[in-house]
C-alpha cells in the first residue's frame, strides 16, 4: 500500500467453503480493506462477516451498490461466476473471479470485453502461479538449469470428491468435472511457463453416469453425473512445448500434484499447482537421485492474486493472474473437452482380433504336443 493511502475496498460475494481461506489472508493484508460480505443466501453472508469482523453483510445488489467497495472478489460457484461478475463490472467494480473465470470461451470474451469498456479490470484464480513454488520455477527455468523445456507431463487422479464435499452436485455439473474444477491450477502453471497454447486433442470418459454423496446431511444422496469425470489430453505450444495431461475421478488410486517440465538437460518436478509453497526437485540424465531445491517467495495463499492486482491497479501496471490469461485456460479447457467429445481426433481404421491370454503353463521348453 502506497504510505498515506486508504486500503482498496473489497466485497466478497460467495461466502461458502472457500470464503474462510480468503477471509482470512484478505481480512490481515494491509492493501486491501473487506469492506462487506454478500451471498444468495444472506444468513452465510452475515455468518462469515461476523467470524472475520467484515463490518457489513447483506445480498448481492447491497454489496455492489456500497460506495467504498472497489473490487468485487466473486467466490460464487462456477454456474454464477460470469452473471456475478457482469452485474459487478456494470455497477463500477473491478472483478477477481474464483475459478473457471467463465463457462465456456463466448462468455470468457464478453466478460473481458465489457470490463474493457467500462474502464474497470479482471483478474482470476488460480493465484497459486503467484506462489513459492511457481515463481521459484520459473527463475530456475531461466537460470539454463533444465536447459530448453521441451516438455510436460500433469497427472491429477483420484476418486473424485462426492466422498468428503457436502454438496458435490456443482462439481459433476456443466462447467466442472475434474478438466474444469482442477485443470486451470495445471494449465494456468504451463501458460505460465510456455506462453499461449495452439492445439489441444483429448479423449473423454464417464465412468458412471450417477454418484453418491459421501458425507454431511445429504450423506446418501444420487446425483446425476453431467460431465466427462476421466479427460486424457494433448497439447501444443507456439513456444514449440508438448504436453500430456491427465484429470480423472474414476481412479480409486490417488495422485495429485504432479507436474513435470522436461528440458533438453533436466527435468524438474514442481510442487502441487492447488498449494502456493513446495520445494523443486531436478534430475539429470546421469543423476540416480533428484536434487532438491527449497522455493523461495511468498506462499501466503488465497487473495494473493487479489493483493496483486490492487497493487497494480494504484500504480497503473498490468496484474498478473489477469482475465486473459484465465481466458486462454477456458479456452483450451473447452476445446479439450469438444475433442473429448469426438471433434478431434484421426481415425485409425484398420482391426485385429485381440490374442487369447497364454496358458500359465505354457512353455517355450516344453515341446508342443
Ligand atoms: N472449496 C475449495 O476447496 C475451492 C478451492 C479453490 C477454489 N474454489 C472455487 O471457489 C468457488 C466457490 O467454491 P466453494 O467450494 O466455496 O463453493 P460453495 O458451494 O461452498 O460456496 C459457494 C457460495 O456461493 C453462493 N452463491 C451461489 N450462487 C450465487 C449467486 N448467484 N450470487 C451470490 N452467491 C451465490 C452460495 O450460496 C454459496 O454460499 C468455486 O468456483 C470453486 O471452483 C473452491
Known amino acids: ?19 474462510n481461506q480468503y477471509l482470512k489472508n484478505l481480512t490481515t493484508f494491509p492493501d486491501v480493506k473487506v469492506l462487506f460480505c454478500a451471498d444468495i443466501d ?14 457489513a453483510a447483506g445480498s448481492v445488489p447491497q454489496a455492489l451498490e456500497h460506495s467504498g ?31 473457471p473465470l467463465a463457462p465456456d470461451a463466448a462468455a470468457g470474451r464478453a466478460l473481458l470485453g465489457q470490463a474493457r469498456e467500462a474502464g474497470v479490470r479482471v483478474g482470476c484464480a488460480p493465484d497459486t502461479v503467484l506462489g513459492s513454488g511457481l515463481q521459484s520455477a520459473r527463475r530456475l527455468i531461466a537460470s539454463g538449469a ?33 478438466l474444469f474444477d ?17 492445439a489441444v486433442a ?33 497439447a501444443e505450444y507456439a513456444a514449440g512445448q508438448a504436453a500430456s495431461l491427465l484429470f ?11 507436474v513435470e517440465i522436461t528440458g533438453t538437460e533436466a527435468t524438474l518436478a514442481l510442487p502441487d499447482p492447488n498449494f502456493f509453497g513446495g520445494d523443486l526437485r531436478v534430475r539429470r540424465a546421469r543423476d540416480t537421485e533428484w536434487s532438491v531445491i527449497g522455493s ?21 501496471e498490468p496484474h498478473r493472474a489477469s482475465g486473459e490469461l484465465a481466458l486462454h485456460v477456458v479456452e483450451m479447457m473447452a476445446a479439450i473437452e469438444r475433442s473429448a467429445s469426438g471433434s478431434g481426433f484421426e481415425p485409425v481404421e484398420s482391426v485385429f482380433d485381440v490374442p487369447g491370454v497364454l496358458d500359465p503353463e505354457w512353455s517355450p521348453y516344453v515341446r508342443a504336443s
Open 42 to 55: 444472506t444468513s452465510r453472508a452475515r455468518a462469515r462477516a461476523a467470524a472475520y469482523d467484515v463490518p
Open 1 to 19: 500500500m502506497a504510505a498515506g493511502s486508504e486500503p482498496f475496498g473489497v466485497a466478497v460475494v460467495g461466502c461458502g467453503n472457500i470464503s
Open 248 to 258: 480423472s475421478w474414476d481412479s480409486p488410486l490417488h495422485r495429485t500434484g504432479f
Open 146 to 178: 533444465i536447459g530448453t523445456p521441451i516438455s510436460a507431463l500433469t497427472l491429477l487422479q483420484g476418486p473424485g470428491p462426492e466422498s468428503w464435499y457436502p454438496d458435490p452436485e456443482f462439481l459433476f455439473a456443466k462447467g466442472a468435472g475434474p
Open 69 to 99: 467497495v472497489r473490487l468485487v472478489v466473486n467466490l460464487t460457484i462456477p454456474a454464477a461466476h460470469a452473471e456475478v461478475a457482469s452485474a459487478a463490472i456494470a455497477a463500477g467494480k473491478h472483478v477477481w473471479n474464483e475459478k
Open 202 to 234: 483429448a479423449v473423454g470418459r464417464k465412468a458412471r453416469g450417477t454418484r453418491v454423496i459421501g458425507s454431511g446431511p445429504r450423506k446418501g444422496t444420487e446425483f446425476d453425473v453431467q460431465v466427462p469425470t476421466y479427460i486424457s489430453a494433448l
Open 296 to 316: 523461495r517467495g511468498a506462499a501466503a495463499g488465497r487473495g494473493t492474486g487479489v493483493v496483486d492486482m490492487v497493487r497494480a491497479i494504484e500504480r497503473g
Open 182 to 198: 482442477l485443470g486451470p491450477y495445471y494449465l494456468s502453471v504451463l501458460a505460465t511457463l510456455f506462453g499461449p497454447a495452439t
